[in-house]
């Protein structure tokens, strides 16, 4: 915490603030954050990237339309590309391997439906990035 008792920004946070694009850039993550924040900011995108959400396609200077009046949030790309990256995509090695959070990731749902550990739940959502 800093002496007035608030979070310091993240620093992807403070990275876009300190380049001036505070006002023009949102910040999208599949993460969890406290509310802390400023400007647009989207966050817990289900499916996660690390199941093969629409987020892990994204690359690089690609274009997405953030509407929050129309609830929308598009990755404007072909979805000829889309299919290529889609087939080349592979999932991260676990982080984990043993002990208690090898156990919670393996067991965890999507954070839209709850990010419970039940076993109800497949930890694949729905893709909320179009």
Do not use: C
């Amino acid at each position: 915490m800093s002496s007035n008792g608030t979070h310091p920004a993240p620093d992807h946070e403070v990275a876009i603030i300190g380049a001036g694009l505070g006002d023009s850039v949102g910040l999208i993550t599949d993460g969890r954050f406290s509310g802390g924040t400023y400007g647009m900011v989207v966050g817990h995108l289900a499916p996660e990237a690390a199941v093969g959400g629409m987020i892990a396609l994204v690359e690089e200077g690609d274009s997405i339309t953030i509407d929050s009046e129309s609830r929308l949030l598009q990755l404007n790309v072909a979805e000829a590309e889309l299919e290529r990256r889609r087939a080349s995509w592979h999932p991260p090695a676990p982080r984990y391997q043993h002990g208690v959070l090898a156990k919670y990731a393996s067991q965890v749902s999507s954070s839209s439906l709850g990010a419970v550990t039940d076993g109800a739940q497949s930890n694949k959502g729905n893709n909320t990035l179009h």
